[in-house]
């Protein structure tokens, strides 16, 4: 059996949605909008996410933001949007699949499978703990002996691809398209200038990073 985090806003689409899901052997968790779509997902690790777009308090790409950087399962879109820039978008923002409503629940279920089929979803901890400062990905929130440091959202994009690959080297062009864009693969100076207000923030000694550690010439690795 599969869980299924099923979001969207229209109340009558998610009742169909949650019987049609466990008529065919789901498990469903519902959400109607986006801040209740991240807590249900860090609580009920599910297994596939089905996310609407149009949500009343977040986009839903920005729920794929808030996602992506911890949740490794399928999310399969379903949007009301049937422009090819939205669907481009929401691809980029790390959505495997698009459903345009009105859709064909025979096709939803479907597609479904398809995603499922790639392999379960990894069951990857939200929150990443070290022994100075704690990263809670799912809430987008970092506290610093249990204090909420206040990040920007540049330093938390930053932070956020350094943690979804611990111990591994992220190389600076990476950063740099996935934070800033990939317009600014050269700007290098962007990350030793950003990199040095996380550490003040977050590092015990910034002078002598220890979690937050650079590769000369090669990108940075986050090591917990």
């Known amino acids: ?9 229209d109340r009558q689409l998610l009742r ?12 469903v968790v519902t959400a109607a909008d986006g801040c209740t779509a991240l807590r249900e997902a860090a609580a009920e690790h599910p297994d596939v996410v089905v ?23 399928p999310v399969l879109v379903l949007s009301a949007r049937a422009d090819s820039r939205d669907k481009v978008d929401a691809l980029d923002a790390g959505a495997d699949d698009y459903v345009t409503k009105p859709f064909d629940m025979g096709e939803l279920l479907a597609r479904l499978r398809a995603l499922l089929r790639r392999g379960p979803a990894a069951a990857d901890d939200p929150v990443v703990s070290t022994g100075h400062f704690t990263i809670d990905l ?4 970092v506290t610093v002996d249990g204090a909420v440091a206040r990040l920007t959202p540049t330093e938390w994009g930053l932070l956020s691809e350094l943690v ?25 100076n962007y990350l030793r200038v950003y990199m040095a207000q ?11 990073p220890r979690y937050l550690q650079t590769e000369p010439g090669m990108g940075y690795r986050f090591t917990p």
């Open 51 to 73: 996310l609407d777009l149009g949500l009343p308090d977040l986009d839903g790409t920005e729920v794929l933001a808030g996602l992506r950087p911890w949740f490794t399962g």
């Open 1 to 9: 059996m599969s869980r299924v985090l099923a979001v969207d806003d």
């Open 16 to 27: 169909a949605l949650r019987i049609t899901l466990r008529a065919a052997g789901h498990e």
């Open 138 to 141: 799912a809430a987008r929130r």
């Open 198 to 208: 996380l550490r003040r923030k977050l590092e015990p000694d910034p002078a002598h």
């Open 164 to 188: 979804r690959a611990p111990g591994r080297l992220v190389s600076q062009r990476q950063l740099l398209q996935a934070v800033w864009g990939p317009a600014y693969e050269k700007e290098t």
